[in-house]
């Protein structure tokens, strides 16, 4: 399971880096084919969930790496095919049928994501037993997520180089071998390792009225929206971040360089988390994540932008290096320690005591993952009609709604539905 919380995060940051070749073709798609990644929760989330629940954990898990699998040959298919034929035109660019396979080979990667995603969460949760323990295992799962997206990138930048006007996904090819055959192997070893699927089995378990659904759960509808809100905090603090370095610095690599600090922060804090989550409850721990996120932008937006401050950075073509920029960066970088642990924290307290339904839920909570691109999207016209900063207060409110959950909406009130417990108890 850990295994797969590090290829989630390594099939999605495939797609930023190679955008960047894509967008010396055209300038508007940079972020296209990681739009098209996060799009696919939307479509497949309660179908995930279903999947879940039909066929078990295993074969969810194992038709995830099949369907990654093809989202890759696609992607390596639009650097062979369809380069000479122009479907239609986007102002003076024509897109080719090249760039709409590549578009789709995302778009299918994404399906594998969201499957994957609804294996990892609720199966982590459950080995260790729900609780304190459960969120336990999916922050030291979350660790090796975000131990992937850190590597991943500077992976990908290492096998592109420089990317120029002449640079095709021919470049990347080995990459995509590299990612296929990484497919394989993780679909070999799923095949051979014996997974616990106590939700289909019969034998034994009382059978209970299935008149309700996880909809019916105050507590894990409340947890819906605010993993939808999590996900646009988690994306949007260091995208509009990036951006308002790039205006105060001149520089793009700068700017994200800074930010990668972020996602480093990130790993820390979701480490720290799956040492200390025995002891500490996934509430306690939301609560004061939020309530210091909150206090980290609200200073970040109050401070002026002549106090600044050095901070280490990378760039390609200059390595590491330590650059002025405002103080408020900092203070939005740290932002990092605290989201690492909202994902955990939320997923656990949403789905306690649903018993049978949790498999359902995990699917509808991988449709929400689409906050990542709804909110952050509002977020930066917000930045761009009024300020970088003043974007930032989209965020202080979600942050203020997560808050809410964690000492009141998280709390589950419908004790009087009958759950087959039968999960949590073979933990």
């Known amino acids: 399971m850990f295994f797969l919380f ?15 070749i894509w967008k010396t073709q055209y300038t508007w798609s940079g972020m296209l084919g990681n739009m098209m990644n996060f799009l696919a929760y939307l479509f497949m989330g309660i179908p995930a969930g279903n999947l879940l629940v039909k066929i078990g954990y295993k074969k969810t898990a194992l038709w995830a790496m099949a369907v990654g699998f093809i989202g890759l040959v696609f992607q ?6 369809g380069a000479e034929a122009g479907l239609f035109s986007v102002g003076e660019q024509v897109v080719t049928l090249n760039f709409i396979i590549y578009l789709l080979g995302a778009f299918i990667c994404g399906f594998c994501v969201c499957m994957l995603n609804t294996v990892v969460n609720p199966m982590l949760n459950m080995l260790g037993g729900g609780g304190n323990k459960g969120n336990q295992m999916v922050q030291a799962g979350g660790s090796l997520n975000s131990l992937a997206g850190t590597l991943t990138p500077l992976f990908v930048g290492m096998l592109v180089g420089e990317v120029s006007d002449k640079t ?3 470049n990347v090819a080995p990459l995509l071998f590299i990612a296929m055959g990484v497919f394989v192997v993780a679909f070999l070893v799923i095949s051979a390792v014996a997974i616990p699927e106590p939700h289909l089995r019969k034998e034994g378990v009382k059978k209970v009225e299935m008149a309700h659904s996880p909809w019916n759960f105050r507590h894990t509808v409340l947890g819906v929206i605010g993993i939808f809100f999590y996900v646009g905090i988690e994306i949007g603090i260091p995208g509009v971040l ?3 370095l790039a205006s105060v610095t001149g520089s793009a690599a700068v700017a994200g360089g800074v930010a990668a600090i972020y996602w480093l922060l990130m790993l820390c ?5 799956s040492a200390i989550s025995s002891k500490v409850s996934s509430r306690t721990q939301l609560i004061t994540v939020s309530i210091t996120a909150i206090a980290f932008i609200c200073i970040a937006i109050f401070l002026s932008d002549s106090y600044t401050i050095n901070m280490p950075s990378y760039a390609a073509n200059e390595g590491f290096s330590i650059v002025e920029v405002p103080t408020k960066a900092l203070f939005l970088v740290l932002c990092g320690l605290c989201t690492s642990v909202m994902w955990g924290g939320i997923f656990n307290l949403a789905v306690e005591g649903l018993g049978k339904y949790t498999a359902q839920a995990s699917g509808i909570f991988m449709m929400m993952v689409v906050g990542g691109g709804v909110m952050p999207l509002i977020q930066n016209w917000i930045a761009d009609n009024v300020g970088y900063m003043e974007s930032y207060w989209l965020v202080v409110a979600m942050l203020a709604y997560l808050l809410f959950y964690g000492l009141v909406g998280c709390k589950n009130v419908n004790t009087d539905i009958p759950v087959d417990d039968s999960i949590q108890n073979a933990a």
């Open 242 to 244: 990036i951006f308002y």
């Open 269 to 273: 804090g979701r480490m720290i988390s």
């Open 168 to 170: 095709t996904m021919g």
């Open 76 to 81: 390596w298919l639009s650097g062979k095919v």
């Open 6 to 20: 590090a290829m989630i995060s390594f099939v999605t940051n495939l797609a930023a880096p190679i955008g960047t």
